[in-house]
Each structure stands twice: as C-alpha cells, then as structure tokens.
C-alpha cells in the first residue's frame, strides 16, 4: 500500500505545477490504487493529446478493471487521464484492448476510438464524485454490455480501416405501388448517441439518383425527418426511425433510375458537394450485416429527368430475407382505339342474336330470301359498341385496381403506425414500470435498514431504562438519608442552643487558621483605611487631625496590610504545593 503511495507521489513530483490541487489528486489516486477496484491499475506520468493537436502533460492511471459477464469475471484494460483541472474536470477515460481484441461498433457508453461515455463523467462533480466511483460505473456498464470482443477469424484490419466510425449501412425496405424495394442508406451513430439523433444519408447507387426537391432528404442525400428532429433517448430507437424512414419512403421515392443517356459531366455545373456515395453492392445487400464501401469522390447533382424516363424504372428490386415475395402487378392492357378496330373490319365477329353467314366455295348463289348479311355500315356499328363496352370494362377494372393499391397502401401505412405507437408505448410502460420498481427497491431497502436502526434502538432505550432506574432508586436512598441527617442535625442545634460565629468556623489545620486570622486582619485594615479617609473629608483639618496626620496613619496601616497580604499569599502558595 505505501509503495503505491510512494509511486503517486513521485509522479506528482515529475508533474509539478501542472495540477491545481496536487493533493485531492495525490488522495484520489491513492485511494483508488488501495481499493478493491484499483488492484490490479498502476500509476504513470504521461501525455495526453488533446483534439488541438497540443500535449497537456497529465497523471495516467492505467490497467484493469473487472467486469462480470455472464457469470464469468473478465479483466478490460484502460487507461485513464487526469487532466490539469482536475477534480474540476472528470477524468478522460479511454478502452485500450488488446491486439486479438476489437472495440464493440455502436456501443452506447464508448466510442470507435475507445473514449468511454458515460453519466457519471458527464455529471461530474468534484464535492461528491471520485474515481473509485467513476471505475465502479464504468465495471457495471461493461458488465451490462461489453465494449470489446475477439477478432473473428480472418479478421483484416486495413480492410476495415473505412469502417472505423460506428455506422450500420445496409438498406431499409419501402413499398411502392404494391412492389416491394430496397432503398440504400449509411447511418452514423454519434459519439454522443443516444442524447443526439443518429445521422443518415440515402445513398444511390450508381444507376440511381437522388430526386430533387424531395420534403425529407437534401440534394446530398442527408434525410430529414420528424422522428429525428423531435429525437427523445428515453422514447426513440434505430428500429423506429427505419419505420418511419420505410413510410416515408414509400409515399416519396428519395430517388429513381437515371434516364437514357445521362451525362452526369453535363450537369457538373449545377453540382453541390456531398457525402460520396454507395456503390451497388449497398443495393444488392440483405440484412445480413454486409456492408457498404463509400467512394471518396463527390457526384455533381443531375437535372430532374421526364415523367416517362421515371416511370419506366424507379428502383432495382432487392429480396428481403423472411418476407414473401410480392408480384409484381400486371400492367392493364390499353383499350383498342377506334381506328384500329375499324381497320380490322374484315375479321368474322359473331354478332348475337344472328345466325352465321355460310359460305360456298363452290357456287356464288346466295339465297337472300332465308339468311340477311349485315351491311359493312353495321358491322362497324357493333364494333364501335363493343369496343366501348370493353373500354368500360378497362376502367372498371383500373379503379378496382387502384382502390385495392390505395387500399393496400392505407393498411401498410396504418399497420406501421400502430407498430410505431405500440413500441412507443411500451417503451414508456417498461421505462415507467422499471422507475417504479427501482423506487421500491430502494423504498424497502430503506425500510430494512430503518428496521435494524429502531431494533438497536430499542434495545439501547430498555438498558437505558434499567439504568435509570436504578439511578432512581439511588437517588431515593440519598434522599431519606440526607432527610435524616438534616432531622439529626436541626436536633442536635436544638438541644445545644445558639452557636456562635467562632464555634461554626473552625480552620482544619494550621495554615489554615493562619488564613483565617491574616484574612480578618486585613479586612480590618480596609475598615480603618476607610473610616480615616471619611474623617479627614469631615473634620477638614479640625481638632488637630490635618492632613500630615493623617498621611502618617495611613502609610502605617498600608505597610501593615502588605505583609499581611504577602504573608496570606506564601501560606497559600505553600498550602497549594502540599495538596499536591
């Protein structure tokens, strides 16, 4: 223990005159190396390196820390910072795993570079917080959730060196016009997640493009939103930003297929900067966790294309593993014009209610008496009926087709909403529900602890009681027997008659009954120093007593009182040498 001391004090000696209070830095660093938690941490001089590029020479604490995980004691290494102005400050904290280790993407208390988040620091205060607290929180978070784990197999660092910020980049799927499509997005968790919404870009692939002057995602791609512009850590998640992303998505594409012969080189002019891009693998990718590369490079913005080059592809379709594939619906024939069936005049139609015309190749007799052949004029006649019938009938068939897709979509909507509020509910049910559980947790654990104080007091207040009994019953017995006494006493003083003063004082030893003489002697001296003085203030010179006489008096009795005065203070002085 005081080798740990001694090695806090030396680094404190090599740091001098960097910290403002060396010894709550000296007290905590100690008292943290001494404890339980701190066993296994060691204490260095160091440098740390601020976001500025400059170096603050600082105290490192560095080591292990025990986290429980399943049951099972694990060791995580950090390294933690003491900066200049601490305890003002709270300590800067970083997990430092080993080589076969790798830090935990999206975790909720520590960054892609290993900086620890967390309430306790956040909420720092020097009065009442301390770094053996600041590594209990810290055990518990880690125990909840690790931050590090073993490289899978294989595992290449240089490959994932683009993937070092903690970001899911996958696609999220959205139904348009009945048909099911993958939409391909990067979203980045900040380093202050959840207190700050996650970051999300739409990122076309490179047959794609972005739609201009959509209501919920910018020329760069950035997708804005009410769900992340009214973002509540205790209320929102990822989950239900991707259901709310997916239902805007499928009333409003974010983007489409370039047309034919688009130039992007064309529009270089009418291009913003933005995020690069994912390639088409993004597109192509299930939920499966593959990932998505992004290109350095920025694309210039295109021109909005026609109508007809956005009706003809919107989106590649992508299956989506555990949902059914959803068929794509078969186009409604265009009703035949006029012309067209006109033209077509000489093609045999039966018409109803009319027997069919024979023919005979062999001879051109007809027998018009029996059989009536329609008129050309006729023929046309039905068709043009017919054909209006069948156009009816198409637009019929297109409203039913159009109210089944409106209705389709109404209940794919309604059915992400209700899974919304259900979530959002529930949240607020578990996160309510589990205040109220710790509440009574503490409440009973207060009642346990006030239960065991109010036994010991009790207990202390029936020896008390016992004890003051007894006092009581002492005090009763002095009583009688100081009531006898004074009885016997007032007797005895009856029986003797009156005493005098000299009788009732009577010295205990020799010094003092010399006291008592030498202290009545000098009292009679201050009597006759008084009386002279009011003589001489009446008689004023009279009956031969001036001012000479009475100088001469006075100066005899003054000599007199001093040694009797002094003679009184060495029999005290003597007295008091003797009891001791």
């Known amino acids: 223990m005081k080798s740990k001391a001694s090695e806090v004090s030396r680094c404190l000696h090599r740091l001098s005159g960097v910290y403002q209070d060396p010894s709550r830095v000296s007290r905590d660093a100690t008292t943290l190396l001494q404890s339980e938690t701190g066993k296994h941490l060691l204490v260095q001089s160091s440098t740390f390196l601020q976001n500025d590029g400059s170096e603050t020479a600082s105290l490192l604490v560095t080591g292990t820390i025990a986290m429980f995980y399943r049951g099972v004691t694990y060791n995580t290494p950090i390294d933690m910072y003491l900066p200049p102005h601490y305890p003002n400050r709270p300590p800067i904290t970083f997990v430092r795993p080993v080589s076969s280790m790798m830090i935990k993407e999206g975790h909720n208390h520590v960054g892609s570079d290993g900086m620890v988040y967390m309430p306790y620091l956040s909420s720092w205060q020097k009065q009442s917080h301390n770094l053996v607290d600041a590594c209990l929180n810290m055990s518990s978070i880690f125990s909840n959730e690790p931050p590090c784990y073993a490289k899978p197999p294989g595992y290449n660092a240089n490959a994932n060196a683009n993937a070092a910020s903690s970001r899911p980049a996958a696609a999220t799927s959205m139904f348009y016009r009945g048909v099911t499509y993958n939409t391909p997005i990067d979203m980045y968790l900040p380093p202050h997640y959840p207190n700050r919404p ?91 966790g593959s990932t998505a590369s992004a290109s350095s490079s920025t694309r210039p913005t295109p021109t909005p294309p026609r109508y007809q080059d956005i009706a003809s592809s919107i989106f590649a379709k992508v299956p989506i593993p555990g949902r059914k594939k959803t068929a794509r619906p078969t186009p409604t024939p265009t009703p035949p014009r006029y012309q067209d069936i006109a033209s077509s005049i000489f093609a045999k139609v039966p018409i109803p209610g009319r027997k069919k015309t024979a023919t005979n190749n062999n001879t051109t007799n007809t027998n018009t008496n029996n059989v009536q052949v329609p008129s050309e004029q006729e023929q046309i006649d039905q068709l043009a009926r017919e054909a209006e019938a069948a156009n009816d009938a198409v637009k019929i068939a297109r409203a039913a087709d159009a ?153 005899k009795l003054a000599k007199k009182q001093f040694l009797v005065r002094a003679h009184l203070l060495k029999i005290g002085q003597g007295k008091a040498y003797s009891s001791r």
């Not at 201009?212 to 992340?228: A, K, Q, R």
């Not at 047309?259 to 933005?274: C, E, I, K, L, T």
């Not at 979530?423 to 109220?436: P, V």
């Open 198 to 288: 996650p970051i999300t870009f739409v990122r076309p692939v490179s047959s794609m493009m972005i739609k201009e002057g959509h209501n919920h995602v910018g020329s760069d791609g950035m997708v804005y939103m009410p769900y992340l512009s009214s973002w509540q850590k205790q209320s929102h998640n990822l989950v239900d930003a991707c259901l709310n992303m997916s239902s805007i998505f499928s009333n409003e594409p974010p983007c489409y297929a370039k047309p034919p012969g688009y130039n992007a080189n064309a529009n270089a002019n009418a291009a913003s900067s933005r995020p690069a891009a994912a390639t088409s693998t993004a597109a192509n990718a299930n939920f499966n």
């Open 403 to 555: 109210k089944e897709e409106q209705e389709q979509r109404l209940l794919t909507n309604d059915r992400q909403r209700l899974t919304s509020r259900c979530n959002a509910i529930l949240t607020s049910y578990k996160e309510t529900s589990t205040a109220e559980l710790t509440d009574l947790i503490g409440d009973e654990m207060l009642l346990h602890k006030s239960s065991a104080l109010l036994k010991d007091r009790i207990a202390y207040l029936h020896n008390r009681r016992g004890e003051l009994e007894t006092y009581h019953s002492q005090i009763d017995a002095s009583i009688v027997e100081m009531q006898n006494y004074i009885q016997g006493s007032e007797e005895e003083k009856n029986g003797r008659g009156e005493v005098s003063a000299d009788e009732m004082a009577l010295p205990a030893d020799i010094q003092s009954g010399q006291m008592l003489i030498l202290s009545a002697e000098n009292a009679a001296i201050n009597d006759a120093l008084f009386f002279l003085d009011k003589g001489l203030a009446e008689n004023n010179g009279d009956n031969g007593y001036g001012l000479e006489v009475h100088m001469a008096a006075v100066r």
